[in-house]
């Protein structure tokens, strides 16, 4: 069975820092896909970034960068230099196997960016 | 614009009568689904369907049907609501393989 955990239900950062959202995984998976989606207060589901599970390097896009460590099955998302309109709630999300239809999302967390 | 376009966005109803909440994607995409967020839970899936005619159920189809007829419509049928149905519910389509899904804009239901 596939289960995302998302440890931090509320963080806050600094306008201009940057910050990292956990993400752990668990799969028996073999190939499988990591997505990290956001959601502003006005609902909508925005895609952020993926990694794929035989990727060698880390994806990146922008200022978001998600740090893929296979061994420890964690997905962190890194988002630099942090604006105002990052505020929002950031959910990790995983589909498992060939042929699977299912994207199993963490609780979600939510991030605050202070002025 | 490559979209996903669900409807209503906000409905109110009563319990038992029957509602269908529709959605469709102009992006020619082979699959769909429908998700619900309750808070503290994220999103969980409710059905899936990989191409016309061809639908599964996902962690948590009670209550509810689907059909796909037509590739670029997935349509969400709840035929007799209940208040624990009351949620947020997302459509999402996406291409074969390991790629993102595009999801709807959300409706908010509340049954009463």
């Known amino acids: 069975a596939q289960k995302i955990t998302q440890t931090q239900p509320g963080m806050f950062v600094q306008e201009k820092e940057a910050v990292t959202l956990d993400c752990t995984y668990d799969t028996s998976d073999q190939s499988y896909g990591l997505f990290w989606y956001k959601q502003p207060s006005s609902g909508e589901m925005i895609f952020l970034i993926y990694q794929g599970s035989y990727d060698e390097q880390n994806a990146t896009e922008g200022r978001y960068s998600l740090n893929f460590q296979k061994a420890r099955k964690s997905a962190n998302l890194v988002i630099s230099a942090s604006q105002l309109g990052d505020s929002a709630m950031y959910f990790c999300?995983?589909?498992?196997?060939?042929?699977?239809?299912?994207?199993?999302f963490g609780t979600g967390t939510r991030l605050t960016v202070i002025p | 614009e490559a979209q996903v376009t669900q409807n209503p966005r906000y409905l109110i109803t009563v319990t038992g009568k029957k509602l269908t909440v529709t959605c469709s994607q102009n992006?020619?995409?082979?699959?769909m689904s429908w998700y619900r967020q309750d808070p503290g839970l994220g999103l969980r899936q409710i059905y899936y369907s990989m191409n016309v005619e061809v639908t599964d159920k996902g962690d948590v189809p009670e209550g509810y049907k689907v059909s796909r007829k037509e590739k670029r419509n997935f349509p969400l049928i709840l035929e007799s609501p209940s208040p624990n149905q009351t949620s947020l519910y997302f459509c999402a389509s996406r291409n074969r393989g390991n790629t993102e899904a595009f999801f709807g804009q959300g409706t908010r239901l509340t049954v009463v």
């Open positions: 992006m020619n995409h082979e699959y």
């Open positions: 999300a995983m589909r498992g196997g060939t042929g699977a239809n299912n994207l199993f």
